[in-house]
């Protein structure tokens, strides 16, 4: 198993807990619809943090990378669109977080840190065993949640790398029974 099958596996699962309301069906749905209202960012400031947040999270290999299929400008339209004031708030606390680690540690904001620098701090991250509420491990969590959410309900890796049919097989509507 590869690294990216790997994370389809577990973003279905953290994405289908975190939206259990919705019927299955419903969530590549509301997935392409996001897509559709999202527009591209500025790269500055917060934008540039989750930009490059999400290409670590899914870098560009042999299939497209998260910002290639427009990850995160579906991820400003959770942030401004869906989520709650006491939510954004504490991802945005989270995300101010993360640039202070990163210029604590290696001098700079995170979206200007080199590749090894910036895998460095999310492997701490990722093996954070206690999550502080607004802390930088926390809000990491939340983007890499919504990174494979936003990558694998993205036209191009629905189309071309899963290759999921939107109506399977053929209907036939008044035939003769």
Same mark, same amino acid.
């Given at each position: 198993m590869n690294r990216r099958d #790997?994370?389809?596996? @577990?973003?279905?699962a953290v994405t289908l807990e975190a939206l259990s309301a919705l019927a299955p069906q419903r969530l590549l749905a509301l997935g392409e619809e996001?897509?559709?209202?999202?527009?591209?960012?500025?790269?500055?400031?917060?934008?540039?943090?989750?930009?490059? #947040?999400?290409?670590? @999270?899914?870098?560009?290999?042999?299939t497209p990378g998260a910002i290639a299929v427009g990850v995160p400008a579906f991820i400003e339209v959770i942030i401004h669109h869906w989520m709650t004031d006491e939510e954004r708030t504490r991802l945005e606390k989270g995300l101010t977080a993360i640039d202070a680690a990163a210029t604590l540690r290696f001098g700079g904001d995170f979206a200007n840190l080199t590749i090894d620098q910036q895998n460095t701090l999310i492997g701490e991250w990722d093996t954070a065993r206690q999550r502080e509420p607004a802390g930088a491990a926390d809000a990491y969590g939340r983007i890499k949640d919504l990174t494979v959410y936003g990558y694998f309900t993205s036209k191009p890796i629905v189309e071309n790398v899963l290759q999921l049919k939107r109506l399977p097989g053929r209907y036939d509507g008044c035939v003769p029974v």
């Open positions: #790997l994370l389809q596996v @577990i973003g279905g996001i897509h559709r209202n999202a527009v591209p960012l500025q790269p500055t400031g917060q934008p540039a943090l989750i930009a490059a #947040l999400s290409e670590r @999270i899914l870098p560009e290999s042999d």
